[in-house]
């Protein structure tokens, strides 16, 4: 009785005291729950088959390799039953790929392959700058401070002075967040945090995360301009996700004169090629169905014009119709003129060897069912190859997941601080003029380069994105940012 009594009392509440209709909860429910009921498009009876088929094979394929050994008379410790394992899903991997590819629907394939990392394989993409071992040295060096917070003096320690007039007092930054990020808690907290605490000048963009690359365009551009007007500071663009791309879009439509007041564009795993996932999600019929669950109807189709903006066929009509490589250096393409340039850097990770990264399981399942060969190094949304700017300074990791450029801690459980990552890269971008120098006499030295990145001598040449470190474009010593 007295359940019936205060559930009356709360049913009169929410409909008396506020404009809620009645059924209003019981509609939306069922809505939600028609809804996942179609997503669910695979049969209960087939997806049991499927688990079957998949552990039987796990299994008979691990006790193979366990026989094989026990002919050889070596006894399995713990680390050769792990490596067993890692060579059982290898090659289940390879069998699902092989199978889901030749299965009607379209459910099984893998929608990506050739596509991934097709912006680093265009003929005209020049070679890439790696700096990886300067970034890890740089990092290194700052994160041996003796104060839990970086300082002013600090920064001028390890990095010297930024070259543009007045230090880090002529410089504004300007934040610009990935997608959907405004539903994020404490995103970018400590990275604000930290510019305050070295009084150095910054903006945190108002566009809007969950919409389009030419809706957030407009609101870019008009930030850039009001900065760049306002005062004499020069204005470095700090990007992440899905913002890089915004903001690539402004910075190719800027006069000269204003791209020449740009001391830097730094984007942190930028999907310029295409987001693996994104493409994958909009060809399978049960992801795009969660797709239009969470997104079509909990947020009123909030984010579904932007994740089709990130699909590699997107992409590629977008450098169809904006050739300017405004990234790569006059030195580095033959140019007498730098107008046209913006000073790049780009942060290219994957959480391949992170195994506590929150985004683990959807790494391990492109690693598995793409392959190292097919671009299956991910970060969790975008594959590392997809992230680089052909032409400009990349800086390559193995260990980092989606996340982690924009907090420190969870949910990002790598060993990276969000704030030293935001200065190391930074200061590569100051210093890019330097390192452009150097590498074009070093492009002088090599034979003409071929129509496509098929010898061997081009891919030394190349960053090795598949592993992600060594090129020999580099000066060996580590000490290009001082």
Not at 30 to 42: N, Y
Not at 87 to 102: I, K, M, P, R, V
Not at 162 to 175: A, E, K, M, N, T
Not at 319 to 340: E, F, I, M
Request: glycine fraction near 8%; hydrophobic fraction near 40%; proline fraction near 4%.
């Amino acid at each position: 009785g007295r359940l019936l009594v205060v559930g009356s009392l709360i049913n009169e509440l929410l409909h008396r005291g506020t404009p809620l209709k009645r059924g209003a909860i019981r509609t939306s429910l069922g809505h939600l729950l028609e809804t996942v009921a179609k997503s669910c498009q695979i049969a209960g009876s087939t997806a049991i088959v499927v688990s079957a088929t998949i552990s039987f094979s796990l299994t008979r394929r691990v006790a193979a390799r366990l026989l094989r050994r026990r002919k050889q008379a070596r006894t399995p410790s713990t680390s050769t039953l792990e490596g067993l394992f890692a060579g059982a899903f290898e090659e289940l991997g390879q069998d699902l790929h092989e199978w889901g590819n030749n299965q009607p629907l379209n459910d099984f394939k893998t929608h990506s392959e050739g596509h991934v990392g097709w912006l680093l394989r265009e003929p005209e993409a020049p070679l890439l700058v790696d700096q990886t071992a300067q970034f890890h040295a740089k990092l290194r060096e700052l994160g041996r401070r003796k104060e839990g917070v970086v300082t002013r003096k600090l920064l001028i320690d390890v990095f010297g002075l930024p070259p543009q007039q007045g230090g880090w007092d002529g410089v504004s930054v300007l934040l610009i967040p990935g997608l959907w990020t405004k539903w994020y808690p404490l995103y970018w907290v400590h990275l604000r945090q930290a510019l305050d605490h070295c009084a150095i000048d910054y903006h945190f963009s108002r566009c809007d995360s969950d919409a389009t690359s030419a809706e957030n365009s407009l609101v870019v551009k008009k930030e850039i301009e009001q900065l760049l007007s306002s005062s004499s500071r020069s204005v470095l663009i700090y990007a992440h996700s899905k913002g890089a791309l915004d903001a690539a879009a402004v910075v190719h439509d800027l006069e000269p004169s204003q791209k020449a007041r740009l001391c830097g564009f730094v984007a942190c795993q930028g999907p310029f090629g295409g987001a693996i996932t994104a493409h994958d999600a909009i060809r399978t019929r049960v992801l795009s169905s969660i797709l239009d669950t969470l997104f079509g109807r909990l947020l009123r189709g909030a984010g579904l014009g932007a994740v089709a903006d990130l699909t590699y066929d997107a992409r590629r009509d977008y450098y169809k119709k904006h050739s300017t490589r405004w990234w790569v250096h006059p030195a580095l393409r033959g140019d007498s003129t730098d107008n046209a340039w913006v000073p790049t850097v780009c942060l290219c990770a994957a959480a391949t060897h992170e195994p506590a990264a929150l985004l683990s399981p959807v790494v391990e399942y492109y690693r598995y069912r793409y392959g190292r060969d097919r671009g299956g190094a991910v970060d969790g949304l975008c594959a590392r190859t997809d992230t680089a700017l052909p032409g400009a300074t990349c800086v390559f990791l193995s260990d980092m997941d989606h996340f982690g450029p924009a907090w420190t801690g969870f949910p990002a459980m790598d060993r990276y601080d969000s704030v030293d990552v935001f200065f190391v890269l930074s200061a590569l971008a100051f210093h890019r003029t330097a390192t452009a120098n150097r590498q074009a006499r070093k492009l002088r030295m090599r034979p003409p380069r071929k129509q496509r990145i098929e010898d061997a001598d081009d891919l030394a040449f190349e960053a090795d994105v598949s592993e992600g470190f060594a090129t020999e474009l580099e000066d060996e010593e580590p000490s290009g940012l001082a």
